[in-house]
């Protein structure tokens, strides 16, 4: 399995940006696909989830109602769509799969098999 996450680069506040996360291998195990992100100087946190079959999302509080993650089925390829980006939104994204996550811990690191490799987000005020 690989995960290739892309789409990153800089944007002024209040602007948007589309991440990628490219899936390819034994995608059909996934239970979950999910977002963390890692600003500089603190921990790697929850951003986002997907279910991978059936589709329902799931959002941390702090991007609720600005993020809205999304799949392509065809392409094996997750989107997070970020609007009214704020300057803490800066950090690097990651997306990170599992095959055996449940429901109640997908916001734990710890439980996911798979990572990508990072795209960085900067957002300038």
């Known amino acids: 399995v690989q995960l290739q996450a892309s789409g990153g680069g800089a944007v002024q506040a209040g602007g948007s940006l589309r991440l990628s996360c490219a899936a390819s291998?034994?995608?059909?195990?996934?239970?979950?696909v999910t977002w963390f992100r890692q600003a500089p100087g603190k921990d790697r946190e929850f951003v986002g989830s997907l279910k991978w079959s059936g589709g329902n999302t799931y959002y941390a509080d702090s991007v609720k109602g600005r993020f809205t993650i999304s799949r392509n089925n065809a392409k094996d390829t997750m989107y997070l769509q970020m609007n009214a980006l704020r300057s803490e939104d800066t950090a690097v994204y990651y997306c990170?799969?599992?095959?055996?996550?449940?429901?109640?811990?997908?916001?734990?690191?710890?439980?996911?098999?798979?990572w990508g490799q990072g795209t960085q987000v900067t957002v300038s005020s």
């Open positions: 990170a799969a599992s095959p055996s996550v449940i429901l109640s811990n997908i916001q734990s690191q710890s439980a996911y098999t798979y």
């Open positions: 291998g034994r995608t059909f195990s996934f239970r979950y």
